[in-house]
T-cell receptor
Framework: NAGVTQTPKFQVLKTGQSMTLQCAQD?????MYWYRQDPGMGLRLIYY???????DKGEVPNGYNVSRLNKREFSLRLESAAPSQTSVYFC?????????????FGPGTRLTVL | AQSVTQLDSQVPVFEEAPVELRCNYS??????LFWYVQYPNQGLQLLLK??????LVKGINGFEAEFNKSQTSFHLRKPSVHISDTAEYFC?????????FGKGTRLSVIA
């Protein structure tokens, strides 16, 4: 039982390049989330998927797109990376229970955009 | 919209001393409250959560938190910290919106 896995662990991009961050969970959870973590800012929600086939914007969606590929996988795409997107990205999953659910986090992807 | 305020960005404390990490929330509807911990270079994991019932909630690693509705607070406490408690701690709230995190408190335990 691996929990939530993320690939890659580290990535360096040049401004304007694109990339996709991958996330998978093996807990059969319905909801999945993408956050970014910046120093002094805590975690901010980029996008989430309450269930397979649905996605919704979070607090900071600009510059990102997501795909809920199936129940297990939720990817985050940067179409044209900018230095402001340098951050640590976390994927999480949960079984939604009206706001009481515990989220389980992956180990993170550290992205640097030059 | 919900917001969560962690009043201290950094808290240094000597080993075996008590610690309190402060958290205040704002919400006009029912709220569920969480504390997560992040050890260096890892993801977050749940320490404890308040859903309803007893206002004193016990979590893992000897931590506890008290829900105070009148003061809209959910402070985290531990009576005696260990070096291994050095980490960043996040308070979070949810209700009818996705989870909202505070900015985090970095706890440094000094030997």
């Amino acid at each position: 039982n691996a929990g939530v896995t993320q690939t890659p662990k580290f990535q360096v991009l040049k401004t304007g390049q694109s990339m996709t961050l991958q996330c998978a969970q093996d807990m059969n959870h319905n909801s999945m989330y993408w956050y970014r973590q910046d120093p002094g800012m805590g975690l901010r929600l980029i996008y989430y998927s309450a269930s397979e086939g649905t996605t919704d914007k979070g607090e900071v969606p600009n510059g990102y797109n997501v795909s809920r590929l199936n129940k297990r996988e939720f990817s985050l795409r940067l179409e044209s990376a900018a230095p402001s997107q340098t951050s640590v990205y976390f994927c999480a999953s949960s079984e939604p229970t009206g706001g009481t659910d515990t989220q389980y986090f992956g180990p993170g992807t550290r992205l640097t955009v030059l | 919209a919900q917001s969560v305020t962690q009043l201290d960005s950094q808290v240094p404390v000597f080993e075996e001393a008590p610690v309190e990490l402060r958290c205040n929330y704002s919400s006009s509807v029912s709220v569920y409250l969480f504390w997560y911990v992040q050890y260096p270079n890892q993801g977050l994991q749940l320490l404890l959560k308040y859903l309803s019932g007893s206002t004193l909630v016990k979590g893992i690693n000897g931590f506890e938190a008290e829900f105070n509705k009148s003061q809209t607070s959910f402070h985290l406490r531990k009576p005696s910290v260990h070096i291994s408690d050095t980490a960043e701690y996040f308070c979070a709230a949810s209700g009818n919106t996705p989870l909202v995190f505070g900015k985090g408190t970095r706890l440094s335990v000094i030997a």
